[in-house]
Every structure is written in C-alpha cells, then in structure tokens.
C-alpha cells in the first residue's frame, strides 16, 4: 500500500491564500469539474435532462447556473462546465453521466484545471490590469473566457464587484498564481 497525500496546484498541502489590503487571493482545490456536451441532434434533450434529472437550467452564453451544490456555466455552444464541492461529489462525472444519459457527453476535469478566488473590494484593480474582461460590468452570475498572463482562462463573477474565480490550465498555476499576487503587490 502507498502512503500518498495529495497535494494542491501550487504544491501545497493546504490551499494557498494571500491576504492584502482589499483583496483575498484564495487557491480552491475542493472543487470538483466536469465538461458536458451535447450528443449530435441531442441539445433540447441535454436541456431536458438537466432540468430533470439536476434541477439545473443550463444556462446561455455568458452566464451561470446554481442549483443547490451544482454550478454551471457556458463554455461553448451546447457546451458547459459543471462544479460542485469535491466533498460532496468526488464523482461528479458519473453523477452527470446517470442523470443525462444518451444525451450528452461527459469527461472529467477537475485535474485539468485550477481555481483561484479573489474576493474584497480591490478586485477590480488587479482583474483589469491582467485581462481584458470589463470586470466593472459584470453582475453575479456572468461569465467571460479571456486571457490572463497569456493564458485562456475563465473569470466567472460570483458576487458584483467583490468576489470573482478564475479557472485557468492546472499545469500554469505556479504561473497563474504568481502573476495575480505580484499584480496585487503592486496595486495596492
């Protein structure tokens, strides 16, 4: 038997957090994501099926769904992410894959991705200096893709103004990381 003890993105074994005047920067490995696509000709019974068998509306281009622990949001046409705490749905995959059927296609992607949280006031000064993305103009619920330190990435709004999470490629998160908290640094 192995005696393994997994570790986070940045190579913690507790999540990284940096703390600065206004801002939070939080590592969040305790998620877990999924990728769901609609099968050919199956996108109003994908719809159907996660209104069913989640309680999950999918949503539309740039915004986000919450349907108790589930979240999610619009990656492409016909395409979203799904995230729920690891905790609770350690196998989100499969949980997507009994409640969708024939209708979608399913892969796991909670190792393929990594999640920082930047919540406090001063969110605004970093986001805008890094992305494109008007963080200004975005309302709880919207989601945008847009590059940050030359990355795609996600930057979802979970509360106006004060609490923003990027998802970015996990194999860029020393990268990631260190670019949010030396644009910190120097913003505030």
Same mark, same amino acid.
């Given at each position: 038997?192995?005696?393994? &003890?997994?570790?986070?993105?940045?190579?913690?074994?507790? $999540?990284?957090?940096?703390?600065?005047?206004?801002?939070?920067?939080?590592?969040? $490995?305790?998620?877990? =994501?999924?990728? /769901?696509?609609?099968?050919?000709?199956?996108?109003? *019974?994908?719809?159907?099926?996660?209104? *069913?068998?989640?309680?999950?509306?999918?949503?539309?281009?740039?915004?986000?769904?919450?349907?108790?622990? =589930? &979240?999610?949001?619009? &990656?492409?046409?016909?395409?979203?992410?799904?995230?729920? $705490?690891?905790?609770?749905?350690?196998?989100?995959?499969?949980?997507? @894959?009994?409640?969708?059927?024939?209708?979608?296609? @399913?892969?796991?992607?909670?190792?393929?991705? /990594?999640?920082?949280?930047?919540?406090?006031?001063?969110?605004?000064? @970093?986001?805008?200096? #890094?992305?494109?993305?008007?963080?200004?103009?975005?309302?709880?619920?919207? /989601?945008?893709?847009?590059?940050?330190?030359? =990355?795609?990435?996600?930057?979802?709004?979970?509360?106006?103004? *004060?609490?923003?999470? @990027?998802?970015?490629?996990?194999?860029?998160?020393?990268? #990631?990381?260190?670019?949010? /908290?030396?644009?910190?640094?120097? *913003?505030?």
């Amino acid at each position: 038997m192995h005696d393994l &003890t997994p570790i986070t993105a940045l190579g913690g074994i507790a $999540p990284r957090i940096d703390s600065f005047d206004g801002l939070e920067i939080r590592e969040c $490995p305790n998620w877990a =994501l999924a990728s /769901v696509a609609a099968r050919l000709g199956q996108g109003e *019974a994908l719809l159907a099926a996660a209104n *069913a068998g989640l309680g999950l509306d999918l949503p539309q281009v740039g915004k986000s769904a919450v349907s108790g622990a =589930l &979240t999610a949001f619009w &990656t492409g046409p016909e395409q979203w992410f799904i995230e729920a $705490p690891f905790a609770s749905h350690e196998d989100l995959a499969a949980q997507l @894959v009994a409640a969708l059927g024939q209708t979608a296609s @399913v892969t796991e992607q909670s190792d393929g991705w /990594v999640r920082f949280d930047l919540e406090g006031s001063a969110c605004h000064r @970093v986001l805008e200096r #890094l992305c494109n993305a008007d963080t200004h103009s975005m309302a709880g619920g919207d /989601v945008t893709r847009t590059r940050l330190e030359h =990355l795609g990435c996600f930057l979802i709004c979970r509360a106006s103004g *004060a609490h923003f999470s @990027v998802l970015g490629p996990r194999s860029a998160a020393g990268s #990631l990381h260190h670019a949010l /908290v030396t644009m910190a640094t120097s *913003a505030l």
